[in-house]
């Protein structure tokens, strides 16, 4: 079965794991590439071989490999279900590219998708995974060095390896998969495989993609700078999907509410179009939720007999695969199908049958303000290309129309494509990475898009105030080097690596680890109430943080027992997974000799070594009742779940991190005293530039 080990990053040092913080800041539904989604197969009663073969890909399979002989890097386009990830890895091995003990590469954005095609592909060879064809994930290394020929992973996996492997030496072929997405890792590889590819041109890139972006991963990697076409280095394959044209609408006028307009659209196009099923693009959950709400609604309304049958339907990337499984099912002759979905339809999964397109205009993405340092969800306008891709989805079966929900004129003032992400990140976790790898001047670095110098010298300066860079801004030895082996953000690592110094490492390993996994507090929307109570009797005033410990104590205090989670309310298998993750952290502490000890219950310590790592999240109370960022003065609230929620808010907090909705609220909050930010973090908030901690240090004095 699967081979189930810790991965070794440096002969004979322990493993850091990667990735680790994917685990709560997994994709929130309704970002860009969104969580995780079902696969459709249409072709399930074939045999296996004959399933291949039906896939697009198959015509094109001599051609791949033909360029890849002549070619250094190959960008491959073609649409989501036509068969790149699953086939082109099996035509390179059979075609001998992992002979004589070579390996075969593929990276994916997420971990899900990493395991799950894995085990496809091991399925078609009628393999167990884990031997010819394995996956290596975050804490998951299911290969074997000897017989693993073909590895999917993690972009971010990938990035980890190279920092003990820093040619890739056993890859012969390192395929970039679902680059359309340019998640911050994706564009990390995509620049540290170009400086390989200049040291070992042996080495072959495929770039997967999606959409039809691939001109820039050419250009990028082609290394002709005559302009003769035949030294090119790179070339592109688009394997065509058999699509119709689309008639795209406009809206006459700027449309105020694009729900409404939405579920309007929708029943006009019932009411008036011939049949053909149609797909709505709105921004999140809630929205999906809204509209079908309403969508539903107006379908009991229909004059009966009237009209063909409507049946509407959600799709979300948190929706339970069961139900995500229904947008495929096909419906009777007589029934048009609606389905209501967030960006995941746009290129993660394909519906057949497709006919209409009704696009708001809008998409909920990750964006980061290198201004004030906060990082959240916000909504904005999609870009050209990504309408572009929306309105295609209506022309695979037949040629079909796309309702645009705003001004041709505002179309036009669109960007031309999605920020990729690398624009629109925390920068401090890649410069640590990046530094480690050797690349000492990241301003420098070869980025497909670079980012800011704003949200460049922000991270950087972030990593100075918490010792990871020198003055010359050369990794710190030993902090700097070891904050970048931890698969944590660089604010975890810190206070971890000082929890021996504070004497509080067992209570700081604990509240790290219940903070990689999502929703540890559960609260059924029918008991409410009951949940509310139950979270009190763990809830303590200095926050959030100690709370969780409290948790913590009390899940190993009654022995790990389902039971009692459920009948506390508390989330049992988070709760595992946290232990799991808890022996990970204290593994690596022990490898960098990190005093063990726990504080005996008291909290100042904890508290105070808590701020050693997270004091750039710190925040005070402001006179009109929110709080602000000591730093730059934004304003923000307390999260309603938080302990801290109450009618006596603290004066000074630090937070984990910050969601963006409504407003921007914080969560998971401690206490802080002003003093430990200014002991603590000396460089960050230096002397006299904060009048109020000055000033209340002045009257405890
Ligand atoms: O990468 P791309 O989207 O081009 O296609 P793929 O992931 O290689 O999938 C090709 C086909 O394989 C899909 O259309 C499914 O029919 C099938 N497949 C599956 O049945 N189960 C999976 N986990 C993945 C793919
Ligand atoms: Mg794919």
Redesign the pocket.
């Known amino acids: 079965m699967a081979n189930i080990k810790p991965k070794f990053w440096k002969p004979g040092t322990e493993a850091p794991g990667v990735g680790l913080k994917e685990e709560r800041s997994q994709p929130t539904e309704g970002t860009e590439g969104s969580g995780s989604c079902v696969?459709?197969?249409?072709?399930?009663s074939l045999s296996i071989e004959q399933?291949r073969q039906r896939?697009p890909?198959f015509k094109h399979r001599n051609h791949i490999l033909y360029l890849l002989e002549k070619y250094q890097t190959v960008v491959i386009v073609?649409e989501?279900?036509?068969?790149?990830?699953?086939?082109i890895p099996q035509y390179l091995l059979e075609s001998g590219w992992a002979a004589h003990g070579h390996v075969v590469g593929i990276t994916q954005p997420r971990r899900v998708a990493a395991v799950?095609?894995a085990?496809?592909v091991a399925e078609e060879k009628g393999a167990i995974i884990g031997h010819e064809v394995g996956y290596a994930i975050r804490f998951e290394d299911c290969t074997d060095p000897e017989s693993t020929k073909v590895k999917f992973m993690t972009d971010g996996y990938l990035v980890r390896e190279m920092m003990s492997d820093p040619l890739l030496s056993k890859y012969s072929v390192i395929m970039l998969d679902e680059a359309h997405e340019r998640t911050l890792y994706t564009d990390i590889v995509v620049g540290l495989l170009k400086k390989i590819q200049r040291k070992r041109p042996q080495l072959k890139i495929i770039v997967?993609s999606?959409t039809l972006d691939a001109e820039a991963f050419r250009d990028f990697f082609n290394q002709n700078d005559s302009r003769d076409n035949s030294l090119d280095t790179a070339a592109i394959l688009t394997v065509e999907g058999r699509t119709f044209p689309v008639d795209v609408f406009y809206a006459l006028s700027p449309v105020p509410d694009y729900l409404k307009e939405t579920v309007e659209t929708i029943m006009k196009i019932h009411k008036t179009q011939p049949a053909g099923d149609i797909l709505a693009f709105v921004t999140g959950q809630d929205e999906v939720e809204q509209i079908l709400r309403l969508v539903i609604e107006q379908i009991r309304n229909l004059a009966p007999n009237k009209y063909m049958k409507m049946l509407a339907l959600p799709m979300y990337g948190g929706l339970p695969a069961r139900d995500q499984m229904k947008v495929f099912e096909r419906v009777g002759k007589n029934t048009r199908k609606v389905v209501i979905a967030t960006n995941i339809a746009e290129t993660s999964i394909t519906i057949s049958g497709i006919v209409y397109v009704i696009d708001s205009g809008f998409v909920k993405i990750r964006a980061y303000s290198a201004q004030t340092g906060i990082e959240g969800l916000v909504i904005t306008p999609v870009s050209q290309a990504s309408a572009e891709q929306r309105a295609g989805r209506a022309g695979r079966v037949r040629s079909g129309k796309a309702y645009r929900l705003y001004t041709e004129e505002d179309f036009h003032k669109l960007p031309k494509s999605t920020v990729p992400e690398m624009q629109r990140s925390n920068l401090s976790t890649v410069i640590l990475q990046l530094k480690c790898l050797g690349i000492d001047n990241v301003l420098r670095f070869n980025f497909l898009s670079p980012p800011t110098s704003k949200a460049m010298i922000r991270g950087l300066e972030l990593l100075y105030a918490l010792g990871a860079l020198d003055n010359n801004a050369k990794l710190t030895q030993p902090m700097g080097v070891r904050m970048a082996e931890f698969p944590l953000d660089p604010l975890f690592a810190k206070m971890l690596l000082m929890s021996g110094e504070f004497g509080c490492s067992e209570e700081v390993l604990s509240i790290a680890a219940l903070l990689q996994v999502q929703n540890i507090f559960l609260t059924p929307s029918n008991q409410k109430i009951a949940a509310e109570r139950a979270k009190r009797k763990f809830a303590v005033t200095e926050g959030d943080h100690l709370t969780m410990l409290n948790v913590y104590e009390a899940f190993i205090k009654y022995g790990k027992n389902s039971k009692w989670c459920h009948e506390n309310f508390l989330n049992y298998k988070g709760l595992t997974r946290a232990l799991t993750i808890r022996e990970q952290l204290k593994r690596l502490l022990r490898k960098f000799k990190v005093k063990l000890e726990s504080s005996e219950g008291d909290p100042d310590v904890v508290c105070r070594c808590i701020v050693s790592g997270f004091f750039a999240n710190a925040a005070r109370l402001h006179p009109s009742g929110s709080y602000r960022t000591i730093r730059d003065n934004h304003e923000l609230h307390i999260h309603p779940t938080s302990v801290l929620y109450t009618e006596k808010p603290p004066q000074w907090v630090v937070f984990h991190e910050v969601l963006q909705t409504s407003k921007d609220y914080m969560r998971d909050i401690t206490v802080v005293e002003p003093e430990w930010l200014y002991e603590l973090a000396p460089h960050y908030y230096q002397f006299g530039t904060d009048m109020e901690i000055s000033a209340k240090r002045a009257k405890a004095d």
């Open positions: 696969v459709y197969n249409p072709y399930v399933q896939l890909v073609g989501t279900g036509s068969g790149k990830t699953t086939q799950t095609v085990q496809r997967a999606a």
